[in-house]
């Protein structure tokens, strides 16, 4: 099988990759259309920060990235160098460690070597590897990334094979592994784990392929040493290959041949070594060149990133099964080599491209991460461009000192990408638009049988009806029946493989908490908390996004932009299963008002009274959480109620719609004001004043607080006026205008500090608004003002 061809295997929904170079077209044209072909959505990956700078400088940013997939620009002290594929299924796993860049040449024009080990049914005793291998990602990311801790948490939850090997570390065993993980660590060199491996068997022979040499071939000598100085043979592709020849004659048993004899033009870019001991052959394989940065890695000043796969192989196989077994049949004389010298090594430590730093879209707000070397006054301004390099918007500019974060207009499109301009007249290179909500939708795992059709409901909804909170219902069973928790779904936190990990731990807040916190962050400029980790998939999420889009708080259709440019990938062939696509609600259009109020039908109070069944429902639930706290899904649920109330309420004046079945007085208590404010007071009983509350500290979390917290004091409102208008609700006017004051009291004790969230609290006022205003007769101005 072809190293690009495993990508569109099926039965993955993750993906964990690093790479040293990225070629964004060469990646989305190939792997990346073929992963999601193939159902697998939830792709990360991880590049060395100066090689993106340079792609995106001189080839411009990626189309999907940011939105369809995460990038992460990694730092390393020399270079970021592993190539690791890691795929995730729910009961299968393909681990892949070599030499091949997520590039052209390394997908397809370069001769690579990868290692591939698999998990399945027949194939338990790698899973240790797999979880190696993501807690060294993991290890890599930094600190302040804001969606891999997403991504990881979904892998794990939808593979419990991998979630419990990550649970329960693998025991240090005295005996030596078959196969062992090689990877960069503070306290022992790629040589130190390598000689680790190979034990005391004694070395007869060394083989080592390598493309790149440092100029002393301090790293031969390093690897010939751990080895006991044995003979040794260099496999070299003379053509394209730099190589110290000048340094031979220090050395001694060295002999030189070609790695390639045939006639391909190809160049040769695998790594490999292969150590011939009397009991075993030891093969080394990854992304080390025979240099020192890539052998002492973080040991040294400018020591690399590297990964590996050491495997043990009967005595005299592992050249057969490599094809190299003929290779003493084409030596080379040191006169064949192009000489290496100081002058022809690349310099690391040479940035050629400014880092713009991270920029990150929530919400409609734009935040700027200034890179580590920033110098604060430094940048003057950042311009924003959208999918087709088009400049987005106005220019940003950059007082001294002042915000990093702003409020964009994003009804007509949304940025990609941006650039940061300097004092001295220089610029970054582009730095892509991390854009949360997109890639919170896009990155979503095909749901599949049941959950597919619940979630399908969610989608396609485009009104408010009870149906919402069945399918609640169902989707939160489903959840509690895959993943076997009896109170939260999420899976268990397990510990970090090691102090190098950066995994952060993110609290949950009370309410008095969420609301300092809240208050703090917005204070420092910053709209986004330090920790992205809600459950995008959750079903109380999932019915958050039906409501938000069905009021039209959603706006531009997230998804037809990247399908549209997948689907016109040249040569690809592959099924497109993305998840509907959110849509501005329409709203109801007013009907002719007819000259007789609509009679209430049979059908019509036999549904008026199961919405008063629901709200029954509800407060009996209330009742059981009666002191214990609460999530935000709770919130999301009441929220789901009240605008399915309000939906089907009649007007304070006029003719009602056929839909609207809730009068504003009736004797049977299926009232709408009566209804709402039986769901307020919950507001005020189990909740008591949100003070039970549990929030984590996720943006999009919090953000539903204040979702609800609006629906919540529309509703009152709407209510109060309601009971205000119609004779025969006097008992309800008192206690309705108490719940409506109480609310707005609280409402401003919350947002009355934070600028931002008073405005996003406007914003969606103003679609309820337009949303109910008109259907229930309520003219702006006559609305109970309680503030």
């Known amino acids: 099988m072809k190293y690009f061809d495993v990508f569109a295997e099926r039965g993955f929904h993750s993906a964990f990759l690093t790479t040293y170079a990225f070629g964004a077209q060469a990646f989305e044209d190939v792997p990346f259309s073929r992963l999601r072909g193939a159902g697998c959505r939830n792709i990360v990956i991880l590049a060395d920060r100066q090689m993106v700078n340079q792609s995106f400088a001189e080839l411009g940013p990626p189309k999907f990235a940011g939105s369809s997939y995460h990038l992460i620009k990694a730092d390393a002290p020399g270079a970021f160098h592993p190539k690791i594929t890691l795929l995730v299924g729910a009961k299968k796993g393909r681990l892949l460690i070599g030499s091949a860049n997520l590039t052209a040449l390394g997908l397809g024009g370069n001769r690579e070597l990868v290692a591939s080990l698999s998990y399945g049914e027949d194939a338990t005793g790698n899973a240790h590897h797999f979880a190696a291998a993501l807690n060294y990602i993991r290890s890599k990311v930094p600190s302040d990334d804001l969606w891999f801790a997403t991504a990881m948490q979904r892998a794990l939850r939808s593979s419990p094979w991998l979630r419990e090997v990550m649970e329960t570390p693998f025991p240090e065993k005295e005996a030596e592994l078959e196969v062992s993980l090689l990877h960069d660590r503070p306290d022992a060199t790629m040589l130190d784990q390598i000689a680790a491996s190979v034990g005391d068997d004694r070395i007869e022979r060394l083989i080592v392929v390598s493309p790149y040499w440092d100029v002393k071939l301090e790293g031969l000598a390093r690897l010939r040493a751990i080895m006991g100085d044995p003979p040794t043979d260099l496999l070299i592709d003379a053509a394209s290959t730099y190589f110290p020849k000048s340094e031979l004659p220090r050395f001694s048993d060295i002999g030189i041949f070609k790695v390639d004899t045939s006639d391909s033009k190809r160049f040769v870019h695998a790594k490999l070594v292969i150590a011939r001991g009397q009991a075993w052959d030891h093969v080394i394989s990854g992304s080390m060149n025979c240099t020192l940065p890539a052998l002492l890695g973080p040991t040294i000043v400018r020591g690399n990133a590297e990964a590996g796969i050491y495997k043990r192989v009967p005595p005299g196989t592992a050249l057969a099964a490599l094809g190299l077994e003929s290779y003493r049949d084409a030596p080379l004389q040191p006169n064949d080599l192009h000489e290496l010298t100081s002058a022809t090594v690349k310099s690391p430590s040479c940035e050629a491209y400014t880092d713009g730093g991270t920029m990150i879209l929530q919400l409609g707000r734009l935040v700027w991460k200034p890179p580590a070397s920033f110098v604060p006054g430094s940048a003057t301004a950042i311009t924003l461009q959208d999918r087709e390099e088009v400049q987005f918007g106005n220019r940003i500019d950059l007082a001294q000192g002042g915000d990093t974060a702003w409020r964009l207009d994003l009804e007509a499109g949304r940025p990609k990408s941006g650039i940061v301009h300097f004092a001295d007249g220089s610029v970054s290179a582009p730095v892509q638009v991390i854009d949360l909500d997109v890639l919170a939708v896009r990155t979503l795992p095909p749901a599949q049988g049941r959950k597919k059709s619940l979630t399908d409901i969610l989608a396609e909804a485009m009104n408010e009806d009870l149906i919402l909170i069945e399918t609640l219902n169902q989707l939160e069973a ?116 007819p000259t007789k109020p609509a009679k209430a039908t049979k059908q019509a109070v036999a549904t008026a009274k199961k919405m008063k069944e629901a709200v029954d429902a509800f407060e009996a639930r209330c009742r059981l959480l009666r002191g214990k706290p609460i999530s935000t899904a709770e919130l999301v649920r009441l929220r789901a109620l009240l605008q399915i109330l309000l939906s089907h309420a009649q007007p304070i004046r006029g003719a009602a719609l056929p839909t609207q079945i809730l009068p504003i007085h009736t004797k049977d208590s299926y009232d709408w004001p009566r209804l709402v404010g039986r769901l307020l007071k919950q507001h005020f009983g189990t909740a008591r004043a949100l003070q039970k509350l549990q929030v984590a500290q996720d943006e999009g979390e919090q953000k539903r607080v204040l979702e609800y917290l609006a629906m919540a004091d529309w509703a009152a409102k709407a209510a109060a006026t309601a009971a205000a208008s119609h004779s025969k609700t006097a008992d309800l006017r008192g206690p309705l205008e108490g719940l409506a004051k109480a609310l707005a009291a609280q409402v401003a004790s919350i947002i009355g500090t934070v600028d931002e969230d008073r405005r996003y609290f406007d914003e969606f006022t103003a679609r309820l608004d337009e949303r109910f205003a008109d259907r229930l007769a309520l003219i702006p101005g006559t609305r109970l003002s309680c503030s």
């Open 478 to 593: 489903l959840e509690l029946e895959e993943t076997g928790a009896t109170e939260d779904p999420a899976p268990r936190a397990f510990s970090p493989p090691s102090a190098a990990s950066t995994e952060q731990v993110h609290a949950i807040l009370s309410y008095d908490e969420f609301v300092r916190v809240r208050s703090s962050a917005m204070a420092q400029g910053s709209q986004i908390s330090d920790g992205f980790f809600g459950r995008h998939d959750s079903p109380a999420n999932t019915l958050s996004a039906a409501l938000n889009r069905i009021i039209g708080l959603v706006g531009l259709d997230l998804d037809a932009d990247e399908d549209r440019e997948l689907k016109a990938i040249a040569a690809m062939d592959f099924r497109m299963t993305e998840p509907a696509a959110p849509s501005d609600a329409v709203p109801s259009t007013p009907q002719a008002e």
